[in-house]
């Protein structure tokens, strides 16, 4: 079977997400046939790097043996049942095991099976709870500038990403958006963390005024990632959770995109110190083997829903596929590779071969600025350095990256012009070594006329 043969078959049926479809008469699909560690390969050969951890889910390669034999190991037990009413013990492991590893007070796991479905999770039972303490009117959301929290019409209704957003507009709730607290958008000379003291008046001020009808703050701690891997100081999550107690406001702590180590710790609040009311998580919870996301919140949340039937106090959501065996045995062989390869500290030799090998492209003058969190780097492309103007959307810029890194054997994937790293963590320094150069050569072929 050819590459061009299974495109063909493809393109006639297939519709792709976050696609218009039209860009595949010019732009090649990419079929892949097998996967190994950080490598896919295509029908004929031809192996990419896969950067971008396949759209940040993966974390210890792609067919890694010991996840394939723990999920092949329940396959043989159980695939699914339904669990309103029934369980398992691969689900029952993998809570007590996350309640051990996540911020304190988080002691109660609710599964869903993607990262939007655990944001509608969150925001439902962060309301839900008010109404069940007599507080009907705590209605509202405050989101942060440049959020993303998925694409069903609640998560996308708590996001910020115009692109995603503008079109369903009509069909959202309200929520209240406060300015971003990212440290891209500091003043020349000012540090990320000034920016985001600076920043963090304008959430309190939004607070104090709202807190009568609001039910939660949610955010995505340290690193906006689909907004365009903004980052910010994680002072800004210590002066929330702060705030947040005081105005009487839940936190939502979604690490759907940075949980399980892409900012450094193993979940990003840990770098303030902070816990939540509710934390999503999802992608790498199964390490990008199986859907499977969790809501974790505390025994004050989960006290005000237990009560008699009658009462109609319960939290009613489900969804088919929720706390999936295969899906949670993949979990439990992520959480053992975790324990007993060091992972964390290791990455940390990882994130800083990352910083070494784009350095130099600090000094470049399209490169507007290289900013890094852990196993995420971001490089952003600029029009102009000194005035920070960025390139129009319309001319696609990053686009011509990602095609030239394609060429190069690469998965490069830039949001808008920001092209950035969030490899497998099984990558090798060679490997960063060579996907920073080939960032540089798509960088010197995007910015040609
Ligand atoms: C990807 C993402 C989601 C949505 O997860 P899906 O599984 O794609 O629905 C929500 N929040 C954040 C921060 C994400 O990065």
Not at 160 to 189: F, H, Q, R
Not at 303 to 326: M, R, V
Not at 349 to 378: C, F, S, W, Y
């Amino acid at each position: 079977m050819s590459n061009s043969k299974i495109i063909q078959r493809d393109l006639s049926i297939l519709w792709h997400p976050c696609t218009q479809m039209k860009d595949h008469e010019t732009l090649p699909l990419i079929p892949i046939k097998r996967g190994e560690g950080v490598w896919l390969e295509d029908f004929e050969g031809k192996r990419y790097i896969d950067a971008i951890s396949s759209w940040w889910v993966n974390l210890f390669g792609h067919a890694n043996p010991r996840i394939n034999a723990a999920v092949r190991e329940q396959l043989e037990q159980l695939e699914h049942v339904i669990f309103a009413g029934f369980s398992h013990e691969p689900v029952i492991e993998l809570s007590e095991r996350l309640i051990q590893i996540t911020p304190p007070d988080l002691t109660r796991c609710f599964y869903a099976d993607n990262g939007s479905a655990a944001v509608e999770v969150a925001l439902k039972m962060s309301f839900h709870y008010w109404r069940n303490q007599g507080q009907s009117q705590k209605t509202k959301f405050i989101t942060l500038q440049d959020s993303y929290h998925g694409e069903t019409l609640g998560a996308l209704a708590v996001g910020d990403v115009a692109l995603y957003k503008e079109t369903y507009a009509p069909l959202l709730m309200e929520t209240i958006t406060a300015p971003s607290p990212a440290g891209c958008y500091a003043e020349k000379g000012e540090s990320y963390e000034n920016y985001a003291r600076r920043q963090f008046e304008a959430m309190k001020a939004l607070l104090e005024k709202h807190a009568h009808e609001l039910a939660a703050v949610i955010l995505e701690p340290l690193v906006q990632c689909a907004g365009g891997m903004r980052m910010y100081h994680p002072v800004y999550l210590s002066l929330l959770r702060e705030a947040c107690y005081q105005y009487n406001v839940h936190l939502i702590a979604d690490e759907i995109a940075v949980g399980f180590g892409r900012t450094g710790t193993m979940f990003a609040c840990e770098q303030a110190d902070i816990s939540a009311d509710f934390l999503c998580l999802s992608k790498g919870l199964t390490a990008g083997y199986l859907p499977l996301s969790v809501v974790l919140t505390t025994d004050e949340v989960y006290q005000a829903f237990y009560d008699d039937y009658a009462t109609l106090k319960a939290f009613l959501h489900s969804h088919s596929y929720t706390g999936n065996p295969l899906a949670c045995k993949a979990a439990l062989a992520t959480l053992d590779i975790f324990a007993e390869d060091n992972v964390i500290e290791n990455n940390r030799t990882l994130a800083k071969t990352m910083n070494e090998a784009t350095r130099h492209l600090q000094d470049h003058p399209h490169v507007g600025e290289i900013r890094q969190q852990g196993m995420i780097l971001a490089i952003e492309m600029v029009k102009n350095k000194a005035k920070r103007e960025v390139y129009p959307w319309q001319e696609r810029r990053g686009l011509r990256v990602y095609q030239y890194a394609l060429e190069k054997g690469a998965l490069l994937r830039p949001l808008g012009n920001v092209i950035y790293f969030m490899p497998p963590y099984v990558i090798t320094s060679e490997q960063i070594q060579e996907l920073a150069e080939i960032a540089q050569g798509g960088i010197e072929s995007a910015i040609r006329e």
